[in-house]
């Protein structure tokens, strides 16, 4: 970058233009990760894992290696990349109907075993890609194209706080959930970003971040909208904060 330049769009990121909504976060949590990633010299030696869902298309977005994955099977075939090739910072993105409908159990195995890899975890409580059905994550209330009067607890019990969940799990090192409904939660989200290939890196275990995301487009609202539901209905039910800090371990210890 020379001195003149203040600002470089697409850092880590091809030259494709992303086929996302408008008001689809999706676009800005793949710049943070590709900010991150060449911020901390990884790009040239990433290894990415694209998941099923609206991303699914991640593997022409990140400019590193990625790998496209069976739907939920992402933490198993990172599990697989890390373990041959253990120097590579290794990661997964995946949407909350492939990773905590049918690939749960992928995710909670990986962090039981302490995989050292990294899960960026995108939480719109829909499922967007296939038309707006009801996620383990949406709300209580929530009208989807499976639930047209609302989810209702009976039946389909509480939403899925999967950041929660993980804590449960000795061998998960690094969880924090996150948003990215204005410029300062975006810079907290770097942050986290950063915190989580930081700790695959030292080599301290699996790390995940949840992301708060939108999707205007299976909500029914408009891309401004979406962003305050997101802070109003989402942030609510699933706290932003950190779950499980290795440092905070270690000082325990
Ligand atoms: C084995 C299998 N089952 C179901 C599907 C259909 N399917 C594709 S994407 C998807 C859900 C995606 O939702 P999410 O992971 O939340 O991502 P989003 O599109 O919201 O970003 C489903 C059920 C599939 N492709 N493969
Ligand atoms: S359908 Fe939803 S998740 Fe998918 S790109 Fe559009 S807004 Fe984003």
């Known amino acids: 970058?020379?001195?003149?330049?203040?600002?470089?769009?697409?850092?880590?990121?091809?030259?494709?233009?992303f086929h996302y909504c408008p008001g689809c976060t999706h676009g800005i949590i793949h710049k943070l990760v590709g900010e991150?990633?060449?911020?901390?010299?990884?790009?040239?030696?990433?290894?990415?894992?694209?998941s099923v869902g609206c991303s699914?298309?991640?593997?022409?977005?990140?400019?590193?290696?990625?790998?496209?994955?069976?739907h939920g099977r992402a933490p198993a075939v990172a599990t697989g990349i890390k373990r041959v090739r253990e120097n590579h910072a290794v990661f997964t993105y995946q949407g909350d109907g492939d990773l905590a409908s049918i690939g749960l159990a992928e995710a909670v195995h990986a962090a039981h075993r302490g995989e050292n890899i990294t899960v960026i975890f995108v939480n719109n409580a829909i499922y967007g890609m296939t038309g707006g059905q009801m996620a383990p994550t949406t709300l209580i209330g929530q009208k989807t194209t499976t639930s047209p009067f609302g989810r209702e607890k009976e039946g389909t019990g509480e939403p899925l706080r999967v950041s929660e969940l993980l804590a449960t799990v000795p061998g998960a090192a690094y969880l924090e959930?996150?948003?990215?409904?204005?410029p300062k939660h975006v810079r907290k989200a770097k942050k986290a970003l950063e915190k989580a290939f930081d700790t695959q890196m030292k080599g301290k275990g699996?790390?995940?971040?949840?992301?708060i995301s939108t999707c205007p487009v299976n909500w029914g609202i408009q891309p401004r909208e979406s962003l305050d539901w997101a802070v109003e209905n989402m942030i609510p039910y699933y706290p932003l904060g950190v779950f499980k800090d290795p440092e905070k371990e270690e000082e325990d210890d």
């Open 36 to 50: 991150v990633l060449t911020e901390q010299g990884l790009i040239g030696e990433a290894i990415g894992v694209a």
């Open 56 to 70: 699914v298309l991640n593997y022409v977005y990140f400019d590193c290696d990625m790998q496209q994955a069976a």
């Open 1 to 17: 970058m020379n001195s003149d330049t203040v600002y470089r769009p697409k850092q880590g990121l091809t030259d494709r233009e």
């Open 206 to 211: 699996f790390s995940l971040v949840e992301f």
């Open 177 to 182: 959930r996150v948003s990215v409904h204005d």
